[in-house]
């Protein structure tokens, strides 16, 4: 546990090793050494000795600092100790949450507009709910998100459009996806890549040298144009557009909840909660079916590795920078969880769905050809 004397520019208290410490003030050798420096005996109610506290806490919590913060200032309470403790070391603005749920609803908000406390366009996530008290600020900011999902679905049609993430170190980062136009047009840059054997390089890649590299070139370049442009990116496109046209239409409807309910601070907590949810909901449901984002990682392989579908989503780390299907998530435990349920659910549905209309179509031909044979 690091400490600093007070005096001279450090920090009066130890740096928590994890926020929970920060938070209550009684994990880890900060809480027993705060016990133990509130007490009269230098010993904390569980009567660890103060030889047994750190020897850097001794010296500075309880030395010549000590003794001068009681003469010159009136004893802090514990709960004051904890909250400027917390707010020294109780981690940076804006950092990433810790647990499953919220990295997932943190990551879903961030990529396209709606959240009620998420300022996309300045890369910025508000802690702080004075913001949404104005009447004005709440209405004009659902009716922004709506047309920032208009924009993006306008962009998922052409080239593409803008989305946030958070990267390793917690910071929200900017991501591009591809539109649909701008699927096809790579489909046909990579075609040609193909078939020129690397002559034409229109993304400007290192030329192969070669029989065996320009035949490896080939065989990649027409992997990427088939299954990355064609197969993936042109119904991903399609996918995003429909979400965007989903997610556009719920911004305005929370302008009647946000102009009525909203203006008492029980309304504005309860709006925030359902259209917040309910945006990540249609983020996820429009992520597992199929075309979805989350329905191409699950279903994703690795031929060379040998990973069979499913398997090989779940082996894949939190971070991956090199694959776009993971590029911008978080692959939490969590996240592979709940996305490899809704996918395979997914299939079932899509498989029992086209079995139905199968047999559907089968009893409509036979009843006509019944019909034909009483007629005659």
């Not at 802690?127 to 104005?134: I, L, M, Q, T």
């Amino acid at each position: 546990m690091n400490t600093q004397p007070i005096f001279g520019g450090g920090r009066l208290f130890p740096e928590s090793s994890h926020p929970s410490e920060a938070a209550t003030g009684k994990a880890g050798g900060f809480g027993k050494a705060l016990d133990a420096s509130m007490a009269g005996d230098r010993a904390d109610s569980t009567g660890i000795p103060s030889a047994s506290l750190p020897a850097a806490f001794n010296g500075n919590v309880m030395g010549p600092s000590a003794l001068l913060l009681h003469q010159y200032s009136p004893p802090a309470t514990r709960k004051e100790i904890v909250t400027a403790y917390s707010a020294q070391g109780g981690g940076k603005k804006d950092a990433a949450p810790d647990d499953g749920w919220r990295k997932y609803k943190d990551d879903q908000l961030l990529r396209n507009p709606g959240g009620d406390h998420y300022y996309l366009e300045r890369k910025r996530v508000s802690d702080d709910p004075k913001e949404r008290e104005s009447f004005t600020d709440r209405v004009g900011k659902d009716v922004s998100d709506s047309f920032g999902n208009v924009k993006n679905f306008f962009g998922n049609l052409l080239m593409g459009s803008k989305i946030r993430y958070r990267d390793e170190k917690g910071d929200i980062q900017e991501g591009t996806q591809k539109g649909l136009i701008g699927s096809v047009v790579e489909f046909f840059k990579d075609l040609g890549s193909a078939f020129s054997f690397g002559l034409w390089r229109p993304d400007n890649e290192e030329a192969p040298r070669g029989f065996a590299e320009r035949l490896s070139f080939f065989g990649a370049k027409l992997k990427e144009a088939v299954l990355g442009d064609l197969v993936e990116g042109i119904p991903r496109s399609v996918n995003h557009m429909a979400k965007n046209v989903v997610l556009a239409g719920w911004n305005l409807a929370q302008v009647i909840p946000d102009a009525t309910v909203g203006n008492f601070e029980r309304g504005r907590k309860l709006t925030t909660t359902i259209f917040d949810n309910g945006q990540v909901m249609v983020e996820y449901l429009t992520d597992v079916i199929p075309t979805g984002d989350a329905w191409f990682r699950v279903h994703a392989a690795s031929l060379t590795g040998l990973k069979a579908p499913v398997l090989y989503n779940l082996e894949m780390p939190e971070h991956v920078k090199d694959d776009v299907r993971w590029q911008y998530v978080r692959n939490t435990p969590f996240r592979k969880t709940i996305e490899t349920i809704g996918a395979l659910l997914a299939d079932t549905a899509a498989i029992a769905l086209a079995g139905q209309t199968g047999f559907s179509s089968n009893q409509s031909s036979d009843r006509h050809e019944l019909l034909k044979d009483l007629i005659r």
